[in-house]
Every structure is written in structure tokens, then in C-alpha cells.
């Protein structure tokens, strides 16, 4: 007989939602009736030969659910349950590919057989999400098989506090949640302070639109940020932890509170960890999903049960934190570093990177108007057009790239003649955006640099705080005049005003997100000034986004007379014979955009 | 210690706000959100300076930033000038008829025609600068709070209905910088909140001086039983008199 085969079923949120459940019920079925005995790696119940659980994310969500069967290494997409039985009689019993379901990888027009060979993988270098895909987050076995927990016992039985600090000062591993201040002097300032009391805590209150690597770290590898978490507290003395999660991410926080249960059960949390005396323990805290509450200073005050505002940072965190006590309060990414800096050491994560300031591996959500959207993980210095080129395939459907929004809400869109900037804390600051936590989205020539700075003001409006002036007022305001430009009633003199309130909020607001509020707005007047005048002055919306401002046409010499914008036309305002030249009413047009996203000719234009 | 607040050097103590130092040399620096009895908000940011420290020039909170070590502070640089101009034409696009918003918006040259680009809300006349909630707070009864976040936040009880835990002290009233919170008196009762109270009057004098329940709340508070209830002045002139018998007559 055969080697057993293990088919892995990605049943990160995803692919969960790409109906990976209910491939995985169809493989159990299967197996059971066609009597082929593999383990299956998904979720459910038990079944005779393996136990059911599920792997984390895999990472490439749009393409999902995604399928893996070792040792053969193929890796399956977009499985539907009818392709299960497929699968089994093929390549589970013969050993053969079933090549529709494979991977095509644009740059050489081929289908791949094993995933690690797409560019999409090839050109990443997985350190947070190193076990992401890999592992079944409910299990602790399959953790510990793939290395963990050696870096806790290396540091509380091996190490003093201060060399774990040394290796983690060397590493130069910077605060992965945006800001990114050097976590070595974050834990350093902590130790240094002699008192009985200290925290640790993690954010898990990832809020940046598009943004999902901590979600998916929580939901698919959950031990490592436990083990990082355990490690810091040695490092400063920590007696307590508290991941501060979001109510939303409901998968997260069922496997982090999973893997904390199991931790403690085998004695790696708790009192007496590794018995040598050490004890710390971890509480879940669930978030009411305030963006504000990712900011630490509001999330400090969340976990004491106040309302979510921000205070200033003239005394930090470390030095008075939660309760008054010292406290290292770091993002999910930047916990899950942390062990395998550990097992490594610091030079070796220290060589990742740039040379300057911007050491190791950032991971990124990639999404937007980009063929394969997911989670990358790039060393950091990789530059924009790697990232969205290389590892996300362009622009979908090959339409010409326009921007790619980096750093949420606080950060900005960066123009294509930007793409060769190497992704580092300093590059991205100085193009007048942000690292942020990771949120990266690809926009093309259909989207409007105006209506994406509308649509982030309106996101700053509702989940700022409200607590000080500047922002709260100067969002508001900055959004009234932004919106009134969308819709055809911009003035003279407003582009000014708008700079101007932004340049005074960046320097008067009460925390870091009120403080990078209006960097929205000042990257997209940076390199987009062009459109914002175009929408004044002209009252045309290039992008045919604005409604008001937008009046499709077509071309009567790109048009075949196809008929597909008529077919789809909503309103029916399109009229043309077949192989004729179609024409658009005007007055009876909607403006939703349809006939320019069908037409194959590129057609139909914007006036 | 000593810093420099405008070329002047000053003494302070460790750990000192720098407002406290610039108010107690009569250095002015505006504030709403700031109030002598309660810790600082840092919510209005009218009261920004420029610290140098160690030869960097950083915009921080006057209210709220410690004195650690011995900086030199700028209070009217042009740049803090012009932030403090465009929070007002803020503050005065949210409350366009509020006296004292217009006050401080014209002694900082708010141009009207940049206020008017703005939709007007002319019956506004709350900042959320937080000191009501802030007093009541202190004062122990906690019956407003900040409500939602962002450009929604407001100043309510809860749900907006009466709250029980208000005694109608108007502490909130008096801490407002821009009278933003209607106390009304009249016929023996206040209204607040929407919620009324009975007012009691001063059993010396007769003048009407608080609510009924805030009396209450304070002896209970104090845990002390007065046989009579006075207002402050007629308190003032009964302990007077109990002073004036404490000590037996010296013949010199």
C-alpha cells in the first residue's frame, strides 16, 4: 500500500467563506463511501483515520478554498464540493494532477503543481506567518512538532531576562502595528522599572480597512503570539497579560482562548511555568470594535473598563501603562515574532531587511484591484511593484494601475511613479504615508483619487474619537469640503483650506491617529492635485466615479456594436443596432458605471 | 527647577504643568477645556506652546505637559499662533453664536468668509471640551457621559432620559466654558437634564441655594448632620460667630 496521504483543507475565515466547510464534510463523505483511508486535515468531527482539524490560512484567500495533498505536494483551488470525488479517484488513489484546479502562474502562462512554486510564494519570506497553512491552530502538537515552544524554554531555562532583551534589541525588530518604535527600548524602558506589578499586552484590535494579517496570525497560529507574549513578560518582569482582541474577529478569539487553555493546561502558562517559579498568565479581552481602541493609550483605557479615548503620551505607556503600571503593549505581528527571534537570535532576524532601520519581514494584506489578493509577507525594502507586480500578479484585468493605498486611514495613496520606493518605516513616511499594520490596496484607473479620500475621511469622521478639536473638527470640516467637491460643488480656494486644516490637525491633534488624520488628504493633494482640480474647475470626475461629475460616452470607432453594455445597461438607455456603433442618453444614464466595466473594446469613456 | 517661557527664565517645581507656571506669571495662554479644580483634558488643544528640548522644537499640550526637565517654551510662536487661529475657525464653525467662541475667534482675526464655507448649525454652542462630565464626575455622582465617538460625540445622560444620579448641583453649568448647558430656576424648582428639582431655600435667610437633593447628597457625602440648613453666606456668619466665643477673653 501506498503512503498515507494527508489533504489539508484551508479553513482560514476566507476560504471558511468560500464554503471550505463544506468541501471538507464532502471529503470525509467521500472517502468513507469510495473506503480510502488519508487524514484529512480540516474541521468536524472525528473520524477513523485521523483527527479533523483545521489549517489556518493559506494566505492567497482570493483563490480559495485552497487544498493541499502531501506528500505529493499539489496544492488544489478554488474547490468546490463536486470536485471532491474528483480528487479522491484521481490523485488520492492514482497519484494523478487534475490540472484545472492547479495554480496558473501569469509570468510563465502555466499551471503549477505545487503552490511553493507560483512567483506568489516563491518571492516571499514567511517569519510572523511561518506557521500559517502549516498548522491545524487548534492543536498544540503540531506547534510543538514545527519547533514551538523551544524559544520559551530556551529563555526561562537557558537565558537571563537580559539577554532575551539583548537578542531582541539586536534583532532590531521594530513595532509592527504602525508606528513602529524599536521594541527592544519598548521592553527595555519596562524591565528597568523595579516594581511587583508589571503588564503585557497585546493589540489584536487590527482596524485599518483591508487590513487582516493579525487576524488571520490569531486564527491560524495563535501559540506563537501566546509563546511571544510569555517571553516578554520574562524579559520585563510581566505578571499578567492581556490580548485585547476585537469582538469581530470571533474565529481569532475562539483559538487564541484555545491555545491559552492548552498552554496553561501542559504548564507553559500560569503559575510555575517550566516549573522554575516563573508565572504569568494571559486574559482575552474582547474589544467593541472602536478603531480608536487600536490607538494604546485608548486601549489601555478599554481594558480598564473607560471609555476609549486616547490620552497624551508625555509619560509612555512603559513607564505608566494599565493601572499605572509599567506596561509592554505590542500588535499581534510583533508578539508572533518573537520566539523565532528567540531560537534564532537577533543578528539572524537583524539580516532581513534593510540595512538601515527597517529590519526583518512585514507581512501585508494585498487587496484591491490586484489578481491575487492575500497575505504576503516581503523582507522588509522589497519595493511596491515587487509586492503588487511580482507576488499580486498587476492589476486585475490588466487595467492600468492608478495607486496603492498603504497604511489605513493614516496613511496615503502613492502614484505608480512611486512603485520603486523600497517599503521601509522612513521611505513610506517621507512619501507622505505610512508602514500602518499592513493594509495594502491596489487601485485602477477606475477609482477616484477624490472619492477614496472621501471615503477615508468618512471612515476618520465615525471612528475618531471625538474627544479632541483638531480631529474630530477638523475631519469633520475636511470631509464636508471633500464631499462637496464629489459632488460637483467644490470652490476656489478649497484645496487650500483643506491643506490648511490638515498641516494644523497634523500638529495639534491629542494622539497618533488624530495626528495622521489628515495624511489622507495631504498624499492624495500631494500626487493627485490634477484630479482634485479637475473636480473643481472643470467639474469632471476622470475616474467616472462622482456621479454628478461624470458623463460616459462611447467612441464610435472603438465600438463593434457588441451590445453588451445595452445588455447590461440597467436603465435602458444604451441604443445601437448589432455591429453598429451604440450611443448613450444622457439624460436617461444613471451613471453606474456598468457599459465602461463590460466593454472589451474600451469603448466607452468618460468625457 | 527653571525654564524659559518666552525668553524668561522662571521657577517651577518637578512634575509642574507648564500652564500652571505661564498662569502664575501671568503669561497668557488660552484655554476652554481647562479648569483649575480639575486635571487637565488636553480636548480644546487652544492652549498648545512649542517646547524646545535639546534643540527640537515640539508642539505639545500646555495643560498637560510636565515640566521634567529644564526646557525653554514658546507660547505665541507664529506657528502656534496660526494652529490656535485655525482651531478657532474650527470651534467657531461649530458654535457660530456663541459669545465667547466669537470673543476668542475674533482676538485671533478668524476671517468670517473661511467659517461661512461651512454648513452652520446655529443653536450649537457645545465644544465636548469634557469638563462638565469631568466635574460631575469629581463630584461624585457621575450623571452625564460622553456619548459615541467621533464627529457624533456629545454630552448626554444616559439614553438621554433624566438620570437618577443627578442632583441637580449644575456643577456641569458652572464649569462650562461656553455656557453651553441651560440651568433654569424658577418657581422654587430647577430644571436640568430634563429632570426638575425642588430648590431649598436657606432657613436663615430664606434664599433659594441649591437643590434639595444636593443637600442631601452633600451631608451624606460629609457624613455630617447640621441642625439648620444655611446657604454659604449665613453658613459663613454662623461660623463666624462660633469663632468669635471659641476662645475666652484675655484681659491684657
Redo the contacts between chains.
Keep these: 500500500m501506498s503512503k498515507m496521504k494527508t489533504i489539508y483543507i484551508c479553513c482560514g475565515t476566507g476560504c471558511i467563506a468560500k464554503n471550505s466547510k463544506i468541501v471538507l464534510a464532502e471529503f470525509n463523505k467521500k472517502l468513507e463511501e469510495l473506503g480510502v483511508s488519508a487524514n484529512v486535515e480540516g474541521k468536524e468531527e472525528e473520524k477513523a483515520t485521523g483527527k479533523m482539524k483545521p489549517t489556518g490560512c493559506n494566505g492567497i484567500c482570493e483563490k480559495g478554498p485552497v487544498v493541499k495533498i502531501e506528500p505529493d505536494g499539489i496544492t488544489y483551488f478554488k474547490v468546490k464540493a463536486e470536485d471532491v470525488e474528483e480528487i479522491i479517484t484521481k490523485t488520492i488513489i492514482n497519484g494523478e494532477v487534475i490540472d484545472k484546479l492547479l495554480y496558473f502562474e501569469p509570468s510563465i502562462k502555466k499551471r503549477v503543481r505545487h503552490f511553493k512554486d507560483s512567483e506568489f510564494l516563491k518571492r516571499q519570506h514567511k517569519v510572523a506567518l511561518r506557521h500559517i497553512g502549516e498548522v491545524d491552530p487548534t492543536s498544540i502538537e503540531d506547534y510543538i512538532e514545527l519547533g514551538g515552544f523551544e524559544a520559551l524554554k530556551k529563555a526561562v531555562l537557558q537565558m537571563k531576562p537580559a539577554e532575551v532583551l539583548k537578542e531582541v534589541t539586536d534583532s532590531g525588530l521594530r513595532g509592527r502595528g504602525g508606528a513602529g518604535f524599536p521594541t527592544g527600548r519598548k521592553w527595555n524602558t519596562a524591565a528597568s522599572i523595579d516594581t511587583d506589578v508589571k503588564y503585557v499586552v497585546c493589540n489584536g484590535d487590527e482596524g485599518d480597512p483591508g487590513a487582516f494579517m493579525d487576524r488571520s496570525i490569531m486564527e491560524s497560529d495563535p501559540y506563537s503570539v501566546v509563546e511571544g507574549m510569555t517571553i516578554g513578560a520574562y524579559t520585563i518582569g510581566g505578571t499578567q497579560g492581556f490580548a485585547y482582541i476585537r469582538d469581530e474577529y470571533g474565529l481569532a478569539i475562539e483559538n487564541m482562548q484555545g491555545a491559552i487553555n492548552t498552554a496553561r493546561e501542559r504548564g507553559l502558562l500560569g503559575k510555575n511555568i517550566l516549573g522554575t517559579g516563573f508565572s504569568f498568565d494571559i486574559e482575552i479581552v474582547r474589544g467593541g470594535g ?1 478603531f ?1 481602541c487600536g490607538e494604546s493609550t485608548a486601549l489601555l483605557s478599554s481594558i480598564e473598563g473607560k ?1 476609549g479615548e486616547p ?2 503620551k ?2 509612555h505607556t512603559t513607564e505608566v501603562g494599565l493601572w499605572g503600571q509599567p506596561t509592554a503593549l505590542n500588535n499581534v505581528e510583533t508578539w508572533a515574532n518573537i520566539p523565532i527571534i528567540v531560537t534564532k537570535g537577533g543578528s539572524w532576524y537583524g539580516s532581513l531587511g534593510t540595512m538601515e532601520k527597517s529590519k526583518g519581514t512585514k507581512a501585508f494584506s494585498l487587496v484591491g484591484k490586484v489578481k491575487n489578493t492575500g497575505l504576503v509577507e516581503v523582507p522588509m525594502g522589497t519595493t511596491l511593484r515587487e509586492i503588487i507586480f511580482d507576488i499580486g500578479g498587476g492589476v486585475l484585468n490588466n487595467r492600468p494601475f492608478k495607486a496603492v493605498q498603504i497604511g489605513g486611514p493614516s496613511g496615503g495613496c502613492l502614484p505608480e511613479d512611486h512603485l520603486d520606493i523600497p517599503v521601509d518605516y522612513e521611505s513610506l513616511v517621507k512619501a507622505d504615508s505610512m508602514m500602518g499594520s499592513g493594509g495594502m490596496i491596489v487601485m485602477d484607473d477606475r477609482t477616484c483619487i477624490v472619492d477614496v479620500t472621501r471615503y477615508y475621511l468618512n471612515f ?11 480631529c ?6 475636511m ?3 471633500v464631499t462637496d467637491i464629489c459632488e460637483g460643488n467644490g ?1 476656489e480656494g478649497d484645496i487650500e ?1 483643506l491643506l ?2 490638515s498641516t ?1 490637525v497634523r ?4 494622539c497618533g491617529l488624530g495626528k495622521s488624520a489628515p495624511n489622507p488628504v495631504i498624499a492624495s493633494i500631494r500626487y493627485f492635485r490634477d484630479e482634485f482640480e479637475e473636480h473643481i474647475k472643470n467639474k469632471r470626475c476622470r475616474a467616472g466615479v462622482c456621479k454628478p461629475l461624470t458623463t460616459f460616452i462611447i467612441n464610435d470607432e472603438k465600438c463593434k456594436g457588441c451590445s453588451l453594455c445595452k445588455k447590461n445597461c440597467p436603465v435602458n438607455c444604451i441604443t445601437g443596432e448589432i455591429k453598429k456603433p451604440h450611443e448613450i442618453d444622457i439624460d436617461k444614464c444613471v451613471r453606474c458605471g456598468n457599459c465602461i466595466n463590460m466593454c472589451k473594446f474600451d469603448a466607452v469613456k468618460v468625457k | 527647577m527653571k525654564i524659559i517661557i518666552d525668553g524668561k527664565a522662571y521657577q517651577c517645581e518637578k512634575g509642574e504643568y507648564v500652564l500652571q507656571v505661564a498662569r502664575r506669571n501671568n503669561i497668557y495662554i488660552p484655554t476652554l477645556c481647562h479648569s483649575d479644580a480639575l486635571s487637565g483634558l488636553g480636548s480644546c488643544r487652544l492652549c498648545v506652546v512649542e517646547v524646545v528640548d535639546r534643540g527640537r522644537a515640539k508642539v505639545v499640550t500646555s495643560c498637560i505637559f510636565p515640566i521634567t526637565s529644564e526646557v525653554e517654551v514658546v507660547t505665541n510662536s507664529t506657528k502656534i499662533q496660526k494652529i490656535r487661529k485655525d482651531l478657532l475657525v474650527l470651534l467657531q464653525a461649530r458654535c457660530p453664536e456663541n459669545e465667547e467662541i466669537n470673543k476668542l475667534a475674533k482676538s485671533f482675526g478668524v476671517e468670517e468668509e473661511r467659517v461661512n464655507r461651512f454648513k452652520l448649525d446655529k443653536t450649537e454652542n457645545c465644544v465636548i471640551c469634557g469638563l462638565c462630565v469631568k466635574a460631575c464626575e469629581e463630584m461624585g455622582t457621575g450623571a452625564i457621559s460622553t456619548i459615541d465617538r467621533g464627529v457624533f460625540k456629545a454630552i448626554s445622560t444616559p439614553y438621554g432620559d433624566p438620570s437618577p444620579q443627578c442632583i441637580g448641583c449644575a456643577v456641569c453649568a458652572n464649569v462650562c466654558p461656553t455656557n453651553a448647558i441651560p440651568v433654569i430656576d424658577k418657581d422654587g424648582e430647577r430644571e436640568i437634564w430634563g429632570k426638575k428639582f425642588k430648590l431649598q431655600k436657606c432657613e436663615e435667610c430664606g434664599k433659594e441655594f441649591a437643590t434639595e437633593d444636593h443637600v442631601k447628597f452633600a451631608f451624606a457625602k460629609a457624613g455630617v448632620k447640621s441642625e439648620k440648613i444655611l446657604c454659604e453666606e449665613c453658613r459663613r456668619k454662623s461660623s463666624l460667630d462660633k469663632m468669635k466665643n471659641a476662645f475666652p477673653k484675655v484681659e491684657l
Design positions: 472602536a480608536v471609555v490620552r497624551a508625555y509619560i476618520l469622521a465615525e471612528e475618531s474619537c471625538g474627544k479632541c478639536v483638531p474630530r473638527e477638523g475631519v469633520k470640516r470631509l464636508e469640503i470652490r483650506e490648511e486644516i494644523m500638529q495639534a491633534a491629542l
